[in-house]
């Protein structure tokens, strides 16, 4: 297709990936815009364009030379590619025309934030920016390794066959580059990642070897790093960072050779004034014959104190990167530094050798307990692969299980030990001598501790010949100033050794921790005790002091979900709270505390649920903690999750952390500190007035990292530069200081902008109070309780003035706009919120034009006015619609009035069903309409005093129960959690969560016979809920356990062990509008005949006669509300207000309360009276629903402002603009529409009764 055609069709569907279109972008970019389109043409939809849009410039993607090599690969033709220049996704957006999918990214770029509105689906593998939730939209943001992986999960798990070879290798390489091939040690790769390639590989036929993945893996990576194409100006580019607005080019080669390219100074020196910036840092490594050499240069126009204090930053490095100035160039206004890095070897993977082979430990910190001769075996010679004199260290007497020699190597200061190496004397040949196995000591907080495996071994494999290296990991790592290696023998022999030690400088900067005693016998039996913890027990050992050991070593545990030892977790039980000190080496500025929790509900392991901190200089007074609430994880979260906590700059000795349980284990695997020395941050020097003047030059230079804007701060490029080339950060930051002057300033301004918003609020109020007053009785109306007596006069409702958009009003309700498209789960509108003059900076154009006409809406005040006042004279256009309380041929004209209704011009994607789109949507139509100004914003209606308050008179349910204490105790079946499988979360209420289960052996109330599988609804209570919610729940599930009716979905059973729950049936064939549209989905024309859906409603009917025998009150009845049986009986359910996917056709008010709007009685919304008349009003409204086969919602033409405002005209008995009621369906009969008419009589003793209705329809079907 051209993209010259784009301007023929509606809507353009647009796969967007993320700006640095690295391989994962470009992959999941192609990849879900084909599936997308696949999925349509095998549902037979006439579907617009599916675009994937690589995200740079067409004439930027040369420099991507790992994705063009693997695009080559796999057989995608490059000149097939679409790239961001090509297409102007704002002109498709300012036209209404976008439909955007955003993949591998969910924070939008500064320039791309205009595009927020056309999003439908986001999918990104990166922990979500608060600040950018995305509601309404189809989002999944899981924590794996690769976004490829959840394009892979989700194709999977919808449709196998889509998967060919192409599909599999084009998803297998992204996941092998972002996890380094699925290592271990990078730590990159999630279980799921692992099973998806898995699955991949064997869906399409593909080799599983781990030869063939890393030789993959390889070939991307060296494409990643070839050069040998690109201009210093496509490398700058190639692998490009901003932090606060600094640019850090990283080079696959050193900054030296790069700065030897032809013009590649100019190129620097370009790109750095094209960008206004007056700093660059250039980063080189260089990685041949596994030697890694690394390099920086940092270019800088004059002055540059800013790369000075950089320098110093970087060099104050606890782990020094040991920077040796090279070479100066200058010019009159630029400087440019390059700097040789010595230290490589500092990193966060915590793997590399700490120097005996390279002789950075010195002869004199290599000491032994004897030598056989000092000069040729002594413990200096003891450097793995050297043949330094004899050899090796060779101890003086042999070696037995009575005689101990051993090794000792100073490392001068503490260091995480992960790996070691032994080898024996080679000798050039001569050697005979080597360990065959040793024990390891090390020297921590003064003492000897003797190393052990998690097994509890202490003797280590060691080698069996003089020439092989025997490497090895340390299951549990340990923290140490000197080691000591022991040689060990059962018998009598000669050994020799050399040896090498792997890991990296302690940053921590713990001495101790105190916590109670772990378990021996953990979840499943397995071992949860804190293994290397190096300290002693206390007196009644109930506590473990004076030593360190899992919680901060550095290894995280295997996932919780799948593992059956739980190797690396530490846990507890039974113990509330759980408090664990920790005591530090020096008074530290802590920033930072992250806690890496198990969460495996289905065991009983679960996250705490709250956290204090205290922090104390001494150890004997702590001060206020900070106390934080942890959220519940679900059944479906990662089962490692790491909870960061911000400590706001404490200064502390000693941290005590007091962790309260959520469930009955609490397993942790890993304690981690961000903080700083005082003393040196005390140290630092205050910048000079040119460093001041320069950084507020630049303080707009931030930049947006994952969704947030951070200041400049030194620190942060410093810890970039660091994470950049695999260093572990400083420990402590170079934060700039701002002058007074600024302070001033900024102090000045934001007096003066309090001053000017004082004076608007006040000079709206004055004009407000002319025409609109308060609402006066709406509190005593909705938010207390429903106590007989308490009515509203509808003419003391004074409304605020309504806000115009392009002619329609809306009002100020937080979320009273929505858009929405037919009855599609997956694509709706977020919220907009609008509140006096404040301009959400996201807003589109014609968003903002709500305040530009604000000035202008007195006009329509008036007219407002004369909707609830038609007694006092206001000019206005009057609405034609006819009268509910009479049923005459005059009805029927009222349905040519539809068009006329405005729809709110905001963009709105196309629904899954295009092929027989509806012709309205929730304010929205399909064709040019008039605009009726009589609409008002009916703000204050619905606000409830509590934000826990429910439309019924329970928390549980939906039906209004009015009467608990008459009820008897009805003997429910209990049953074990143990025999529900979670299929699904389907939502959750201000009680706990719903869950759709497949339930095992359980009576199944139709037949009365156990069932060995069914499908049903498991409402459970949250964790550790009151005794008094608990005993409130019950009564509640007493009073539905004796509906025992088969068209109202039922209780089974409750769920015996936390968290307490209640079974409740559903319909094996699912929700009815789900049901009802799957079978239009089936491509005909007809998929449901007329007698089968009067068949739906009148089991409707049945079941409700039933409740209104009982006075029970539904409150909430809908098609949603309704579940379909394999024998396509219905069921009437509640359980709808709980489904997330249903959010959308609910009103949510300020108090974040859901309320059935468009199906409620009049009575129901103004006076609060629910009632089995009221229901007869909702279930003509389900009625219509069904007869037009779920497509469009009630009203659907209307805000949700306007049908408030209809509700409004009920009140009145002699107002000339008469209410509007619903369209008859085209294939609903007179009389059936007669009879839907008579239940929406304003009147509701006129309403017929249920049985009359349910008689009626008998009597109907009979004709």
Known sequence: MSLEKLNEYEKIHVVLGNETCDLDSAVCSIVQAYWIYQQCQNENIDFPPVLPILNVPKSKFNIKTEVTYFFKLNGIPLESLIFRDQVDLKELNDRKKLVLYLVDHHTPSEHDMSLADSVVQVIDHRPQDPNWLWTGRVINLTK?????????????EKNKSFIDQQIASLLIGPILLDTCSLSPEAARATQTDIEIIEQLELLANLPSTKDHRETLHSRILNAKSDISTLTPNDLILKDLKFVNGIPI????????????????LDAVNSFTSERECRITILLGMDFKEDAVKRDLAV???????????????????????????????????????????????????????????????????????????????????????????????????????????????????????????????????????????????????????????????????????????????????FVASRVRFVPYSQHPRTVCMRVEIYGCSWEQRIVKYKAPKAAAFGPGGANVEDISYDGRFDIDGSSMIDGIGQLVDGILG?????????????????????????????????????????NAPVRGIEVFQNIKLSFSKDGDEYDVPLNINIEEKSLYSPGIIPISISLKSRISKFIKIQLE???????????????????????????????????LDIKNETTIIDGSQFPLNIDNITETISTTTVITPDAFPVNPRWSQTYIGLISGTLTVLALLLTCGIFVMKLRGRNKVALLQKHTALLCGTSTPGITLNVKDIKLPTPIVVNGTQSSRLTGSIKSIKGRSNSITSYDTTLRGDIIDPYQTTGQRDIVNEYE????????????????????????????????????????????????????????????????????????????????????????????????????????????HNNVDPFDIPHISRHRLRILDKIGEG???????????????????????????????????????????????????????????ARIIALVEEEPFGAVFEYGDLGDLPDFIRSQERAGLDSPLGYSRLMKFITHIASGMKYLESLNIAHCDLSSRNCVVGKNLSIKVSDHAMYCSKYDREYY????????????????????????????????????????????????????????????????????????????????????????????????????????????????????
């Open 558 to 598: 295997d996932d919780p979900h799948s593992s059956s030892n739980l190797a690396h977790w530490v846990g507890w039980s039974n113990i509330n709270p759980i408090i664990i000190i920790f005591e530090f080496m020096d008074i530290r500025i802590f920033e930072n505390c992250t806690i890496y929790a198990a």
């Open 249 to 264: 080019p990283g080079f696959p080669i050193l900054v030296q050779e790069f700065l030897n390219l032809n013009r590649a």
């Open 856 to 963: 202008h809406c007195s006009v329509y005040a008036e007219k407002t006015y004369k909707l609830l006042f038609p007694d006092e004279r206001f000019s206005g256009n009057k609405t034609d619609y006819a009268d509910v309380s009479e049923f005459n041929n005059e009805t029927i004209a009222l349905h040519q009035e539809h068009d006329k209704t405005l729809i709110l011009d905001i963009p709105q994607p196309p629904t899954p069903y295009a092929h027989k789109t509806s012709k309205y949507a929730h304010g929205h139509s399909s064709k040019n309409q008039k605009v009726y100004e009589s609409y008002y914003a009916a703000t204050d209606i619905l606000t409830i005093k509590r934000r826990e308050q429910h439309t019924g008179s329970s928390l549980f349910t939906s039906f209004y129960i009015e009467d």
């Open 1148 to 1263: 949510v008010n300020e108090c974040y309360s859901k309320i059935p709007l468009r199906w409620m009685a009049w009575e129901a919304v103004l006076l609060a009276k629910k009632s089995c008349q009221a229901d007869v009003w909702s279930y003509a409204t389900t009625v219509w629903e069904i007869l037009t086969y779920c497509e469009d919602l009630p009203f659907s033409e209307m805000t949700s402002e306007q049908v408030l405002e209809n509700c409004g005209k009920y009140y009145h008995s002699g107002v000339s603009d008469k209410a509007r009621v619903l369209s008859q369906p085209s294939i609903c009969t007179r009389d059936l529409y007669r009879m839907m008419t008579k239940c929406w009589n304003k009147h509701a003793d006129s309403r017929p009764s249920f049985e009359e209705i349910y008689i009626f329809l008998k009597h109907l079907s009979l004709e």
């Open 144 to 156: 794996v390794g690769s976004c490829a992986t959840l394009i892979a999960k989700n194709i999977i």
């Open 299 to 477: 270019f800088s126009f004059l002055p540059n104190e800013l790369e000075n204090k950089i320098i110093e930053a970087l060099n104050n490095n606890s782990s020094k990167l040991e920077l040796t100035l090279v070479e100066t160039m200058s010019k009159e206004n630029w400087c440019l530094r390059l700097y040789k890095q010595a230290n490589v070897r500092a990193t966060h993977k915590c793997v590399f050798p700490l120097g005996m082979e390279e002789g950075k430990i010195p002869d004199d910190a290599i000491s032994a307990s004897s030598s056989y001769e000092t000069k040729s075996v002594g413990p200096q010679n003891a450097r793995i692969r050297q043949e330094k004199n004899g050899g090796a260290w060779c101890p003086k007497a042999q070696i037995s299980s009575d005689i101990r020699e051993y090794l000792e190597i100073d490392l001068t200061k503490d260091h995480l030990i992960t790996w070691t190496e032994t080898q024996g004397r080679f000798g050039n040949g001569q050697g005979q001598e080597y360990a065959e196995s040793f024990f390891l000591e090390y020297w921590r907080n003064s003492k000897w501790h003797q190393y052990k495996t998690i097994s509890g071994d202490r003797i280590l494999r060691g080698n069996s010949n003089t020439y092989l290296v025997e490497k090895q990991k340390l299951e549990l790592p």
């Open 661 to 695: 349980p959520r469930s009955k284990w609490l397993l942790l695997s890993e304690i981690t500190f961000t903080s700083f020395s005082q003393l040196l941050n005390s140290s630092q020097d205050v910048q000079d007035q040119t460093v001041d003047q320069y950084l």
């Open 990 to 1048: 201000s009680f706990g969560f719903v869950h759709l289960c497949e339930a095992k052996n359980i009576q199944s109330p139709d037949s009365g016979t156990t069932k060995n599988r069914q499908l049903v609804i498991v409402r459970s209570l949250w964790r550790g809920v009151t005794d008094s919610l608990k005993k409130d729940f019950m009564k509640d599930m007493y009073v539905l356990a004796q509906i025992r009716d088969p068209n109202i």
